[in-house]
């Protein structure tokens, strides 16, 4: 075995800038070493540094990793796009939001009427057992730290 240093694709890619589909297309088959960090992991697959350094230098690469790096800088320039075009819609969004100002009174009377609505919509128990005989709750009645409560879950 030569004594060569052996880098793994990870590195190939951040390091030296390749993709995937140039290290399939340019590098031979990889050494398959079992990983040393995790014994039941797939084995790592590893190139000769000096190989990848040498194929570097063709032409047919560079003209291969010239057109990857476009297709990068294409494909970066859509994400940022997209994500643009996802900032406005968010920042229409929020300007289409209005906040309607009521006074204490008015609060207190739509949230009454809400929890009304909702004892009217729910069937209700006593001690447990579920009733047949109509029984309402009345929200109208209720103490005014329950009626507090309630306002700020309506809000």
Same mark, same amino acid.
């Given at each position: 075995?030569?004594?060569?240093?052996?880098?793994?694709?990870?590195?190939?890619?951040?390091?030296?800038?390749?993709?995937?589909?140039?290290?399939?297309?340019?590098?031979?088959?990889?050494?398959?070493?079992?990983?040393?960090?995790?014994?039941?992991?797939?084995?790592?697959?590893?190139?000769?540094?000096?190989?990848?350094?040498?194929?570097?230098?063709?032409?047919?690469?560079?003209?291969?990793?010239?057109?990857?790096?476009?297709? !990068?800088?294409? %494909?970066? $320039? &859509?994400?940022?796009?997209? #994500?643009?075009?996802?900032?406005? +819609?968010?920042?229409?969004?929020?300007?289409?939001?209005?906040?309607?100002?009521?006074?204490?009174?008015?609060? !207190?009377?739509? %949230?009454? $009427? &809400?929890?009304?609505?909702? #004892?009217?919509?729910?069937?209700? +128990?006593?001690?447990?057992?579920?009733?047949?005989?109509?029984?309402?709750?009345?929200?109208?009645?209720?103490?005014?730290?329950?009626?507090?409560?309630?306002?700020?879950?309506?809000?």
């Amino acid at each position: 075995m030569n004594d060569n240093k052996m880098i793994t694709q990870s590195r190939i890619i951040e390091e030296y800038g390749w993709t995937k589909s140039l290290i399939s297309k340019f590098l031979p088959d990889p050494v398959l070493k079992a990983n040393p960090h995790y014994r039941k992991a797939a084995p790592m697959r590893l190139w000769d540094e000096d190989t990848v350094k040498q194929v570097m230098t063709t032409s047919e690469f560079q003209d291969a990793m010239e057109k990857a790096n476009k297709r !990068k800088k294409s %494909a970066s $320039k &859509a994400v940022e796009t997209k #994500y643009s075009n996802m900032n406005h +819609s968010v920042q229409l969004f929020i300007d289409s939001i209005t906040i309607k100002v009521l006074s204490d009174e008015e609060l !207190k009377t739509k %949230a009454l $009427k &809400a929890k009304q609505e909702w #004892y009217q919509c729910h069937p209700c +128990s006593l001690n447990g057992d579920w009733i047949d005989e109509p029984y309402m709750k009345n929200a109208y009645t209720a103490d005014e730290e329950t009626i507090n409560r309630w306002i700020v879950n309506y809000i």
